[in-house]
């Protein structure tokens, strides 16, 4: 795809010239896209010394090099914890029914109440989250479900609030002003001023944004500490989606490895995993996630401009966590 290179070097001039960034360069194309193709809602950037305002730039430039205008018309970089989001806010999970207090599938897991969310027009659901007592996991009730999503979509909708949408679409002229926008640059927003953000720690919320099925709910920091503690003492259950951007080869593009740099990773304790919701949720989870690539294939241009779609699973015995 001779885009994908007129795209790649757009990104590396607007990234900069020091060695280290042009090393996050193939990683972050695929990230970029991955957003602008709907393959998955948000990447955090972590690992690039790159200002939001420069992500931003950087994903328009590729947006434009490969006409993704009005895709890109609907992304933002938001700003949290020193790390950068591109974010496609109407990509996001919609829990307004369980906001709302709608029942959920539930399930009984490791003799705790295991709730399962599935948002009428969710992107990427099922969803279920983990809670702690002090240091100790288990999955949350229902109740504790239906307080974190009306938090979490509260936060959605103060994002689709900074693109200029509703969820529900705009007009041509709408969507060409803003197609025409997003090729000079994303609106970059700061996430700690948004709805909702105030009543969920980082991880809770960051897990949310990155599109995983299960996320770590904490209101604070003293709780974000004490599931640090917690999760840092017992063996885990990582979960590691790879999917390469396959028509970055064929366009003499380099890619980064699959597995070395996922297109996603995130982990549930190990005494949880064994739980009959979770291994559902998972299931109905990866078959949404492949859903999208075959939409996001077709949104680059082809059906094989991603390529399949991995996931490895593995227990990690205690290590460091960082939430």
Do not use: K, N
């Amino acid at each position: 795809m001779a885009g994908l290179a007129e795209a790649y070097g757009e990104l590396s001039r607007v990234v900069g010239s020091s060695r280290a960034l042009r090393a996050a360069c193939p990683r972050l194309l695929r990230d970029v896209l991955a957003v602008l193709t709907g393959l998955r809602p948000a990447f955090m950037l972590d690992y690039a010394l790159l200002p939001a305002e420069r992500l931003a730039a950087a994903a328009a430039a590729v947006a434009a090099a490969l006409h993704l205008g009005p895709a890109a018309a609907g992304c933002c970089v938001a700003e949290l914890g020193g790390c950068a989001y591109l974010v496609c806010p109407a990509a996001l999970p919609d829990l307004q029914a369980q906001a709302g207090g709608a029942a959920g599938r539930q399930a009984d897991a490791t003799e705790q109440t295991a709730v399962v969310l599935a948002g009428g027009t969710a992107q990427l659901a099922p969803l279920m989250f983990v809670a702690f007592d002090g240091p100790r996991a288990r999955w949350a009730t229902e109740a504790e479900a239906v307080d974190a999503a009306g938090a979490l979509q509260a936060v959605r909708r103060g994002l689709l609030a900074a693109v200029g949408g509703s969820g529900g679409g705009a007009t041509p002229a709408g969507a060409a002003a803003a197609a025409a926008a997003a090729a000079r640059s994303l609106p970059v927003i700061q996430a700690e001023g948004l709805p909702g953000w105030q009543a969920l720690a980082p991880p809770t919320a960051s897990g949310y944004l990155l599109g995983y099925p299960a996320l770590y709910l904490c209101h604070d920091l003293e709780g974000a500490q004490a599931a640090t503690h917690g999760l840092s003492s017992g063996s885990l259950c990582l979960h590691q989606a790879g999917c390469a951007l396959a028509a970055a080869g064929a366009a003499g593009v380099p890619q980064p490895d699959a597995w070395e740099q996922p297109l996603l990773a995130f982990s549930v304790p190990d005494d949880l995993a064994a739980a009959p919701a979770w291994e559902v949720c998972l299931a109905a989870w990866q078959a949404e996630l492949e859903a999208r690539r075959g939409a996001a294939a077709s949104a680059l241009g082809g059906r094989d401009s991603w390529g399949t779609l991995q996931l490895r699973v593995a227990s990690q015995p205690p290590r460091p966590v960082a939430l």
